[in-house]
């Protein structure tokens, strides 16, 4: 099974968004490794959200 490449396009625009990380240093990421840093970016915003 493969990762849609929208899907990793996605995250990597997530990532670079919120840590200002390069798509080289997002794409260089375990697909686990990638998908935790998002959950920790949608919950930091999540959270400035609620103020």
Known sequence: MTY???RI????AYL???FH???DSVLDL???DRRRYV???ATLVER???G
């Open 21 to 23: 990380w390069s798509l």
């Open 4 to 6: 849609a490449a929208d």
């Open 9 to 12: 396009e996605e995250e990597a």
């Open 30 to 32: 375990e697909h686990a």
């Open 48 to 50: 400035a959200a609620q």
């Open 39 to 41: 959950e920790r970016a």
């Open 16 to 18: 670079a968004y919120h």
